[in-house]
């Protein structure tokens, strides 16, 4: 595929020196690079005033200690991150993932991606994205909510509504969410609704926000699928995860009347013949908070367990892939088994869930490939969708914001689709998508001065 312009390649190696280690961030960065060549030589004004140089480079990052006391009395330490890596469109707008995995690296790789997929809603707000290396697996509501408090006490510093507002991520959802937003409210003394969202409805939140990912990624590979003249209708689909993303991936696809027969969690997958039973999913996985192993035990014959090691998700035949849990688990050998069962779409419901080498693989052979930045978008726009709801002192149906969802997602596809086709690649999704959210933010910076 494209290799880097040779006048972006001092760009990625000077990344590379300044950001050592932080692996995610630089892949994240050459990918964008790597579309970037046919855009400066048609357009060579973006080469000055270091304006690519200046988009690789976070605004802020924000690193602190995180002390809380555990249920046994004892002082744990967590580390927190905030990244605000653009505000050339709007306030940054981005969420908090508490994972052990997380380190200022994978906090900044995601902050670079939120910036150009938050440039591809058409809505003005810039990119960010935080979090903690705290685990909440485990840990009792006490001392989530203690934790969450603490954050929030060095946090508020750096977020509002016209500065900074987070949302949820992995490990950071509704309860989370209004834990954070309590404390907020209890330091400044405002109600200033807009500061975070994924609220819930009693106090702000707007409806919609839950599904809003995974509808969004659903709408985008069904209006991929259109441009060849189909759609889910009929069609075997396997889903990676089986958190928020991926359940709401999985009911928006079973109403477009797609089959989607697997679905997983970090202990295994689940192989349903009958197609995933959404009722039961939601109860094992919303209600109990147990285990996919969970679903296969209680759904019976159709339904059989695959541990983690022994299989992956990916060696399932299927026809749509959409991989929903987290960065890299689909790799390059996992997509040459898809692309050699038969696979014709993917969409990618997580943030660069697909190694470089899958990448690769599926644009070469020509399958439909949704890159995160566009068929994630969902997320941030009902999010959007929710900031403007609280500066208007409004509430929203869910059918109305929903429908807003739909259009915005169809104006994304429309976009990268447009795009590609402007750039002498029609049908590559994630050149039009690159091209088409760095044009928006550089356009953006160049009128604003160097700043």
Request: glycine fraction near 12%.
């Amino acid at each position: 595929m494209n290799s880097i312009d040779e006048k972006l390649q001092p760009i990625l190696a000077e990344v590379i020196r300044r950001n050592a280690g932080e692996t995610e961030f630089h892949q994240a960065v050459h990918e964008v690079l790597e579309s970037l060549g046919r855009v400066v030589a048609k357009h060579p004004h973006y080469l000055e005033q270091a304006l690519v140089e200046r988009i690789c480079e976070p605004e802020r990052q924000i690193i602190f200690r995180i002390p809380w006391i555990d249920d046994r009395g004892q002082v744990q330490i967590n580390r927190g991150f905030r990244v605000q890596f653009n505000s050339a469109l709007g306030p940054y707008k981005g969420g908090m993932r508490f994972h052990p995995s997380v380190n200022v690296g994978i906090i900044k790789f995601l902050s670079f991606e939120q910036t150009f997929k938050n440039a591809l809603t058409g809505m003005p707000i810039g990119g960010a994205k935080g979090g903690s290396d705290f685990d909440p697996k485990g840990r009792s509501e006490a001392e989530i909510m203690r934790f969450c408090q603490s954050l929030v006490t060095e946090l508020h510093r750096h977020v509002g509504e016209y500065t900074d507002v987070p949302a949820g991520d992995i490990g950071v959802g509704g309860r989370e969410i209004g834990y954070m937003f309590g404390q907020f409210k209890r330091l400044t003394n405002r109600y200033e609704a807009g500061v975070i969202t994924g609220k819930a409805l009693a106090y702000g939140g707007s409806c919609a926000r839950t599904e809003s990912t995974g509808y969004g990624n659903s709408y985008f590979v069904q209006a991929m699928l259109e441009t060849r003249g189909t759609g889910f209708d009929g069609r075997k689909v396997v889903v990676s995860g089986s958190g928020n993303v991926a359940i709401y991936t999985i009911e928006k696809v079973q109403s477009f009347g797609g089959k989607v027969i697997a679905c997983s969690d970090s202990g295994g997958y689940v192989l349903d013949d009958a197609g995933i039973d959404l009722a039961l999913l939601k109860e094992i996985k919303e209600a109990r908070r147990q285990r996919i192993s969970e679903y296969a035990k209680a759904k019976g014959a159709s339904a059989r367990f695959v541990e983690t090691g022994r299989g992956s998700v990916w060696d399932i035949p299927c026809e749509v892939a959409m991989p929903s849990a987290t960065q890299n688990e689909l790799s390059g050998r996992d997509a040459a088994k898809l692309i050699g069962n038969g696979v014709i779409a993917v969409g990618e419901g997580a943030n660069m869930p697909c190694t470089p080498e899958a990448i690769r693989a599926f644009r070469e052979a020509g399958i439909l490939f949704g890159p995160g930045k566009a068929a994630n978008a969902g997320g941030v726009t009902t999010s959007a969708l929710e900031m403007q709801q609280n500066a208007s002192r409004d509430t929203w149906t869910f059918e109305k914001t929903e429908a807003r969802l739909a259009s915005i997602m169809r104006s994304i596809h429309d976009l990268c689709h447009a795009t590609a086709e402007e750039y002498g690649a029609p049908g590559d999704y994630v050149l039009g998508a690159n091209i088409a959210g760095f044009v928006r933010v550089a356009e953006a910076m160049r009128m604003l001065g160097v700043i």
